[in-house]
């Protein structure tokens, strides 16, 4: 893998400053929803800068060592969210002892870091293809549900609590309260630039312009100004061991590592499914095929290092990704550009940064929060088999309302359970019936198609499928679909004869793979389609949205004749 392509350099520095561009509100918000639950001033300028390090260092050292050509890494929605219940707990438990609030998340970085370096090490990265969708489905939407109950109270002008349950409980006591109208007119007013500017342009970043404009409007106004960030340390990052006002003498260390080992473990799993599958965006894009191990052992050393210099903890991002590739950015050259930007920001105008309101942070961020929320998943939970609609039910509610780690593990062993039962109904059927199970065979032509001739076979390509399509096949899916020759293909035929399941997972990824065709002109044909499968088709809109009925068969011969015609 290229670091530098130098018949790219000028896309990679326009993608990579793009891309800085876009993160910088989003680092300064996310650090700040980080030490949201310390009630203390000092917090909101501490948690900026906080996001700002993380940012920096982890978005260098992860495109430096990583295994993702174009890949944008810094401080994310669901990263954040483990942050903050660390840092809530430490000053807790620290009695606002802000020394050991920096150490403990300082450890939990390093923690984080070392189990990513082992996770890669231990080639790891191939398991990830492994969770269903219905579990990333309901956590994801669980953390965005999170992260927007969270900034509704600093929208008017209060200070959140710190568990979710107390969040939903006070909301009617804080509006009853004296609220700030001002925060509340920025922070809607945030919003509202942030989803209307895409509509009359999307060159500039409308996370940026949303930043910009309502600073000064909040500086025109005279707005509060213990409702900003504050005042923010500038100059190189330190290590958290020579920091001023750290006094180590003060660290229990083995309390403070015992603590610090878990909410670790918890953000390298979280870091690492949240990592790949930003890189598996960022190959559908560029077309390209990333190296998972290497890019965990990348992630592993950039938050690392992040860790020791008292920066939050972070992953790939898939927007900022998509941005820097949008732009241009198609080497590691370009998340190093991203971050080098981001370091002058901290060295040079972190003294600007001091007049952002906190609700214009937390308007940035409930849209952050609103886009993780997985609309499509809820909407088709009357439509997808029962079995994946409780596990993603289930796993959101335990998201929002339990832990994220206990969430995703529930939700794996729900999920294993229940594919054990179908899967094991399905094999009984399949052999009753005579047909093996020989996987995605798209080489051996099949006994009934004695009807192609050799003219059409220049113009047709024929996918035949074999088993089930679904969580665990997916990336043996994606692969064949992938090695689809397009030059002079006019048609694809995809045989699902032998397809006798199909899960959400299966049916979204050959949705993607259905429109990746037609986006190339390519006519996209099915035949004999199983009567479970063509069900989940169906209640997914695959058929007849994406493929007609008339482009469905049920014979080959159907078919054949069909494109004799």
């Known amino acids: 893998m290229k670091l530098i392509d130098t018949s790219n350099i000028k896309g990679d520095l326009f993608g990579g400053v793009t891309a800085g561009i876009v993160a910088l509100p989003l680092a300064l918000a996310f650090g700040i929803q980080a030490f949201g639950g310390i009630n203390d001033p000092a917090a ?92 990333l489905s309901g956590f994801m939407s669980g953390i965005g549900v999170i992260i927007i109950l969270q900034q509704i109270y600093p929208l008017i002008g209060k200070k959140s609590p710190i568990s979710t349950v107390d969040m939903i409980l006070g909301f009617p006591a804080a509006l009853g309260n004296d609220i700030s109208w001002m925060a509340l007119i920025l922070g809607v007013c945030t919003i509202a630039i942030i989803l209307l500017l895409p509509r009359l342009t999307k060159k500039i970043p409308a996370t940026l312009v949303a930043l910009i404009a309502m600073t000064i409007v909040s500086l025109l106004c005279s707005f509060d100004a213990a409702l900003t960030i504050g005042n923010i340390p ?26 610090a080992i878990i909410p670790g473990l918890t953000l390298a799993g979280l870091g690492s499914i949240d990592t790949l ?26 938050n690392a290092i992040a860790g020791l210099f008292c920066g939050i903890a972070g992953a790939g991002a898939t927007m900022r990704t998509v941005v820097n590739v949008k732009s241009g950015g198609r080497t590691q050259f370009s998340g190093m550009t991203h971050a080098l930007f981001l370091l002058a920001i901290l060295l040079g105008l972190g003294s600007l940064v001091k007049f952002v309101p906190l609700s214009v942070l937390a308007g940035i961020l409930i849209t952050v929060g609103w886009g993780i929320i997985d609309f499509r998943g809820f909407r088709d939970l009357t439509h997808i088999p029962k079995a994946d609609a409780f596990v993603l039910i289930v796993v959101f509610l335990m998201t929002v309302f339990v832990d994220l780690l206990t969430a995703v593990g529930i939700g794996m062993v729900i999920a294993a359970v229940l594919f054990m039962k179908r899967a094991g109904d399905l094999v009984e059927k399949e052999y009753e019936g005579g047909i093996l199970n020989d996987g995605f065979d798209h080489n051996t032509p099949w006994e009934d198609e004695t009807g192609v001739t050799d003219e ?40 699902m004869k032998r397809v006798t399941f199909m899960d959400q997972s299966g049916a979204y990824a050959l949705e993607t793979a259905i429109k990746d065709l037609q986006a190339q002109g390519i006519e996209v044909l099915m035949t004999i389609i199983q009567p479970q499968a063509d069900a989940i088709l169906h209640k997914t809109h695959i058929i007849p949205t994406l493929i007609s009925e008339e482009q469905t068969f049920k014979t080959f011969e159907d078919c054949i004749d069909y494109l004799k015609k």
């Open 456 to 495: 059409m076979k220049k113009h047709i390509y024929i996918m035949r499928l074999g088993g089930p399509v679904f969580f665990a096949s997916i990336t043996g899916f994606n692969k064949v679909m992938h090695e689809v020759p397009t030059e002079g293909i006019k048609t694809v035929v995809i045989r």
């Open 44 to 135: 909101a300028p501490m948690g900026a800068l906080a996001g700002l390090v993380g940012a920096t260092l982890l978005g260098f050292f992860a495109a430096l060592f990583g295994g993702t050509h174009s890949q944008i890494s810094g401080p994310t929605g669901p990263m954040t969210v483990i942050t903050a219940s660390l840092i809530s707990a430490a000053w807790t438990t620290s009695s606002g002892n802000f020394t050991a609030v920096l150490i403990a998340m300082a450890m939990a970085g390093i923690f984080c870091g070392l189990f990513q370096i082992l996770f890669g090490i231990i080639r790891i990265g191939k398991y990830v293809r492994y969770i269903p969708y219905p579990v």
């Open 234 to 259: 500038t100059g190189l990052p330190m290590p958290f061991f020579i920091k001023d006002g750290i006094n180590l003498a003060e660290i229990n260390w083995w309390q403070t590592i015992e603590a």
């Open 277 to 302: 599958l930003t890189s598996v965006v960022a190959d559908n894009i560029t077309k390209t095929k990333h190296n998972s191990n290497k890019e965990l052992i990348g992630q592993g050393i950039g």
